[in-house]
């Protein structure tokens, strides 16, 4: 045994491979593997006639993909509302987390994190059905308007064109809500985090060199908790671009790419659409960080 | 004429501690105002509160003889170098030096020139392109000193800002910072708790403890005519003589201060000097300083007495171990405040 440890003390490199090849063969196989077995079917198309898979490398299905007009719709739908979802989780987690590290005393703040994260240690699918009765025609929501006297106004919220519907549960409103309020946690937490990075002093400093608190919050605080903001939107972005349960429990009947990968792949068994499908997404957030990287999101890392 | 500063009767509570405990000052104007004192015993306290960080519980800040006790940071005219810079690391040196400007809406020529001019006044004209994390601590000490005098404020206060600098280099920023107030004309408050900087910088000091302050002076009578134990002993670390051993010395039990400088080692053999004080003691120790030496002798009632001598070679034949007699001049000894409030 002693041998041993001296033996590994003197090999660093042996040691180090010895502790990271387990990890690294589960995640090479499991995690990349398995994504990379799924993409490859991409490359493949469906026979229409005889719904079988030809394994001949073609540009067919990426073609479907993006060239028909049903198809263009779910991608432009999914991709409306992960915009819609960050923006809206970025403007409400900005003031939370900023309350937070700065303001709150530290029970405040330990409660205030307790907060965020419970619902997260809640089952994902009872949070999705619950929104579902908060948000249907008779729900708690729409009683709890119409108790205020603003039963009028959700009506008129509702007869807005396209992203309206019969109640909030059956619109795309009611389907951004329960995205907004499943996706916040993700946005604050590493808000937080960068923000808890900025020292006191910085602010002070803003402060005595003449600027208001709205000058000091755009010139110093926003720059510097852009870093957080970042990966927090690509935690939103990605999980609503990826999520179909939300969509198939809440909302207007229209697809979205999760939706459509799992139906491809489950009950039409067009494995090849499926994959082509799940592309998609990886590239949108590629597309994302391009932008975010340019904008110089990642300047203060 | 107007104060540059004045505290009447500020006291600042957290919880259980008076951080500053009824504190009035005034600070002239043009002049280098250290606030020194160990720590937590006010003096930062103190400067934030002229910078607007912290509002008084009771009393009132003035500046200029304007009333600013409920004015926040940006409406006063001071500016803060702070102790770790506080540089915003997402700028460059340049928009560092020109955020004052900048927040108050100059025009881009303007603030450019500007922040130029003051790189340039701190010898950093050509550091303008870098972050401030590209910079050494003394670079960055420069450009923290540039931002704060860019806005050209009636006050400046630098809060320990020689504390993360090596010797050498916070020898150089002493006499710079010097000469930089002498050329300015701005009004310094400098707070440090290394008494050395405060005695050779400022004009005037007021040593605080424990949220008062218990002498404001210039260094030389701080330094010679400490008006408490605490002052004697944390600026120059005097002998600070009491009670009994007192009485037997002086024929009065007041308490009194002796310099370490005034003390004369002599053998138990010579005759006294006329209107001299002195006691017997063992060498215990002693410590070669270049310059002079430290000699620690202790008495036989147990008090442990510090004797700094010019000339080490001199007194030759005193070893450690080695019974000597300790004298100094009446005169030299400085009466204190008779009793330190609890």
């Given amino acids: 045994m002693r041998e041993l440890s001296t033996f590994l003390y003197r090999r660093p490199t042996m040691y180090l491979l010895l502790l990271l090849v387990p990890p690294l063969l589960w995640f090479g196989t499991v995690y990349l ?12 198309a469906i026979d229409e006639f005889t719904a079988k898979v030809v394994y001949s490398p073609t540009l067919a299905t990426y073609k479907q993909v993006v060239t028909q007009p049903a198809n263009i719709d779910i991608i432009l739908r999914t991709l409306s509302m992960s915009v819609a979802v960050t923006i809206a989780c970025g403007l409400i987690a900005l003031p939370i987390a900023n309350y937070m590290v700065r303001y ?19 089952s994902y699918l009872v949070k999705v059905y619950a ?30 064109p396209a992203i309206g519907g019969p109640s909030l549960s059956a619109s795309y409103i009611g389907m951004f809500i329960v995205f907004v309020y499943m ?17 006191e002093s910085l602010l002070q400093a803003s402060a005595d060199l003449g600027a208001r608190p709205v000058q000091t919050f755009r010139r110093v605080t926003l720059p510097l908790a852009l870093p957080g903001l970042a990966a927090g939107s690509v935690f939103t972005f990605s999980l609503t671009l990826g999520d179909y349960i939300i969509p198939s429990v809440v909302g207007a009947p229209g697809y979205f790419i999760g939706m459509m990968v799992y139906q491809q792949q489950g009950t039409a068994g067009n494995i090849p659409l499926a994959a082509a499908f799940s592309v998609v997404p990886i590239v949108l957030i590629m ?14 890392l | 004429m107007t104060c540059a500063i004045e505290f009447r009767d500020v006291s600042r509570v957290y919880g259980e501690v008076r951080a500053v405990d009824r504190v009035s000052l005034t600070v ?11 720590s937590g ?23 200029n003889g304007r009333d600013v006790t409920d004015d926040p940071p940006y409406a006063r005219d001071v500016n803060t170098v702070f102790q770790d810079y506080a540089l915003f690391p997402h700028m460059s040196v340049l928009e560092n030096v020109a955020y004052g400007p900048r927040v108050r809406g100059q025009r881009k020529q303007d603030w450019q020139r500007r ?52 010797l050498k280099l916070r020898e150089e920023m002493q006499l710079e910072l010097k000469n930089l107030q002498r050329r300015l004309g701005i009004t310094f408050v400098f707070v440090t708790h290394d008494q050395g900087e405060a005695l050779s910088m400022a004009d005037r000091v007021a040593v605080f403890n424990r949220g008062r302050i218990e002498q404001l002076d210039t260094p030389r009578t701080l330094y010679t005519r400490p008006a408490t134990a605490f002052v004697a002993s944390f600026v120059g670390s005097a002998n600070v003589v009491t009670g009994e051993l007192a009485q037997r010395l002086s024929g009065r039990s007041d308490p009194f201060a002796v310099r370490a400088e005034n003390i004369r080692l002599r053998t138990l053999t010579a005759t006294a000097d006329a209107g001299s004080m002195s006691c017997i003691g063992d060498v215990a120790d002693v410590q070669y300083h270049g310059a002079m030496s430290r000699w620690q002798v202790r008495l036989d009632s147990g008090e442990v007495f510090a004797a700094a001598l010019a000339d080490a070679h001199a007194n030759g034949d005193f070893k450690v171990g080695a019974r000597v007699r300790l004298e100094w001049s009446r005169a030299d000894a400085v009466p204190l405040a008779a009793t330190e409030r609890p």
């Fill in chain 2, 115 to 166: 922040a130029q001019e003051m790189l340039e006044l701190v010898q950093l004209g050509h550091f303008g392109e870098r972050r401030p994390s590209q910079l050494s601590g003394g670079q960055r000490q420069r450009v923290s000193l540039a931002r704060a005098l860019i806005n050209q404020p009636q006050v400046l206060l630098l809060d320990e800002p020689l504390g993360a600098l090596d």
């Fill in chain 2, 41 to 63: 015993s006010g003096k930062t306290t103190c400067l934030r509160l002229v910078a607007g960080f912290e509002t008084p519980d009771s009393g009132s800040v003035l500046l």
């Fill in chain 2, 28 to 38: 002239e104007p043009g002049e280098f105002f250290a606030m020194l004192g160990p």
């Fill in chain 1, 33 to 44: 593997g398995s994504l990379f077995t799924l993409l490859a079917q991409s490359i493949y």
């Fill in chain 1, 104 to 122: 709150a005393s530290p029970r405040a703040r330990a409660l205030f994190y307790v907060g965020v994260m419970l619902p997260m240690w809640m």
């Fill in chain 1, 183 to 199: 996706w916040l946690p993700f946005m604050i937490l590493p808000l937080a985090a960068a923000l808890e990075k900025v020292p």
């Fill in chain 1, 131 to 160: 929104w579902r009765l908060i948000l249907a025609k008779q729900g708690i929501l729409s009683w709890l308007l119409d108790t205020m006297g603003l039963g009028a106004a959700l009506e008129a919220v509702l007869r807005i």
């Fill in chain 1, 287 to 300: 597309i994302y960080l391009a932008i975010a990287r340019r904008a110089g999101a990642f300047d203060a």
